[in-house]
T-cell receptor, first 109, second 114 residues
Framework: ELKVEQNPLFLSMQEGKNYTIYCNYS?????LYWYRQDPGKSLESLFV?????AVKQEGRLMASLDTKARLSTLHITAAVHDLSATYFC?????????FGTGTSLTVIP | ETGVTQTPRHLVMGMTNKKSLKCEQH?????MYWYKQSAKKPLELMFV???????ENNSVPSRFSPECPNSSHLFLHLHTLQPEDSALYLC?????????????FGPGTRLTVL
């Protein structure tokens, strides 16, 4: 079974700071997805990464994929309070998606 | 309605009750999924339907019974549940199971089993 590890699990950061969330996975895959979940809400698709070296950016968030290292990163630039949420990566394991446990991000004014 | 909708949003049931969760997608997708989200655990895939055919059943107890009458609707029938089944149940859809894999999620049903 494919294992997906995210770190950190909890992140508290000040507004204006930068930080990176990491997603490591255990077996080969070249498709990875990032989702955002607000409390009591569903998962919202953020990024779809479909090849080695893929980089996608939307606003203050940038995601990248290194399939050789089995690593994806979600970089936050100049954080704002609106980014507070839980972020999940999901790896396409062929027969199903395997989700990380999520990173709970709190941005403090 | 747009996207993926789920009803009810909240459900409280006793262990002897029978209830059903409903999911409807308005995206023209052909694959639909049920996930269980418990506190401090990754999302667990329960069932996958592709073109109304069940393609995955991840060793889910038989007290959970899925039904997919057409590509737009998915049900999860519940009976004799246990308290540990309390969780957020999420429905998702994608274009299809093989090619268009990006999944779009519904708002979830928060289930509490007493």
């Amino acid at each position: 079974e494919l294992k997906v590890e995210q770190n950190p699990l909890f992140l508290s950061m000040q507004e204006g700071k930068n930080y990176t969330i990491y997603c490591n996975y255990s077996t080969t895959s070249d498709r990875l997805y990032w989702y955002r979940q607000d409390p009591g809400k569903s998962l919202e698709s953020l990024f779809v990464l479909l090849s080695n070296g893929a980089v996608k950016q939307e606003g203050r968030l940038m995601a990248s994929l290194d399939t050789k290292a089995r690593l994806s990163t979600l970089h936050i630039t100049a954080a704002v309070h609106d980014l507070s949420a839980t972020y999940f990566c999901a790896v396409d394991g062929g027969n199903q998606f395997y989700f990380g446990t999520g990173t709970s991000l709190t941005v403090i004014p | 309605e747009t996207g993926v909708t789920q009803t009810p949003r909240h459900l409280v049931m006793g262990m002897t009750n029978k209830k059903s969760l409903k999911c409807e997608q308005h995206l023209g997708h052909n694959a639909m999924y049920w996930y269980k989200q418990s506190a401090k655990k990754p999302l667990e895939l329960m069932f996958v339907y592709n073109f109304k055919e069940q393609t995955e059943n991840n060793s889910v107890p038989s007290r959970f019974s899925p039904e997919c009458p057409n590509s737009s609707h998915l049900f999860l029938h519940l009976h004799t549940l246990q308290p540990e089944d309390s969780a957020l149940y999420l429905c998702a859809s994608s274009q299809d199971w093989l090619a268009g894999r990006e999944q779009f999620f519904g708002p979830g049903t928060r289930l509490t089993v007493l």
